[in-house]
């Protein structure tokens, strides 16, 4: 895709035998769909990665596959470490997504110790530090994150993320890193 990407992803849950499906498709799915190169299988959170792609999930919470980080032990994350100091070396990942959360009352549900939710700005200059040249950015947020000139990326695409009628709306972030 050349132009700048602005299409909605629906998200809604599964349907529950005999529910109306309200919704096309869920997240990992519609990643599948628009980014493609980066999977060889997706179904539901169950994620196979097309061989050689090196992708680092930051964040990562209960999701296991590619380089998982996130700073709770307990989550199993392959690299536990503050986000804004991730000790991986810089130009390594031809991808990086990233689901932090995005408000304090939210992120009291993760950790007691430090109060304040992950800094957007912060989140993409070190996800694009480790992101290799030509590589994308990927981060979920509920707000427009911009193109930070510190992180040396260009913005390719806004997803706004519908995910129920009960739910806030977000927005997938998508960089390409530059160089
Ligand atoms: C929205 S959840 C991610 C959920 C995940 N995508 C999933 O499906 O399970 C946010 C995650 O960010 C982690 N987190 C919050 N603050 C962090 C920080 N300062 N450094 C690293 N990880 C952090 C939390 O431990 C939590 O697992």
Redesign the pocket.
């Known amino acids: 895709m050349t132009g700048f990407d602005d299409t909605t992803w629906r998200c809604g849950p599964p349907p529950r035998k005999g529910q109306f499906q309200r919704f096309p498709s869920r997240f990992w799915f519609n990643f599948n769909k628009f980014y493609s190169q980066f999977f060889e299988y997706v179904k539901g959170d169950e994620v196979i990665l097309a061989e050689g792609m090196r992708v680092l999930n930051m ?5 296991t596959w590619g380089d998982t980080t ?3 032990s307990e ?1 199993g994350a392959k690299i536990v470490a ?2 804004d100091d991730l000790p991986i070396l810089s130009n390594t990942y031809d991808l990086v997504v990233a ?3 995005y408000a304090d009352f939210f ?1 009291k549900q ?2 007691q110790d ?1 109060k304040d939710h ?1 800094i957007p700005k912060r989140i993409l200059v070190e996800a694009a530090r480790v992101t290799k040249p030509g590589g994308l950015i990927a981060i979920l947020h509920i707000i427009l994150i911009r193109p930070w000139k510190e992180a040396n990326v260009k913005c390719i695409a806004r997803h706004p993320v519908f995910a129920g009628e009960n739910n806030v709306i977000r927005c997938l972030n998508v960089f390409r890193k530059k160089g």
Not at 59 to 63: I, K, R, T, W, Y
Request: charged fraction near 15%; proline fraction near 16%; charge should be negative.
């Open positions: 964040f990562s919470g209960s999701l996130d700073f709770r989550s503050p986000y689901d932090p959360s992120h993760w950790s430090t992950p």
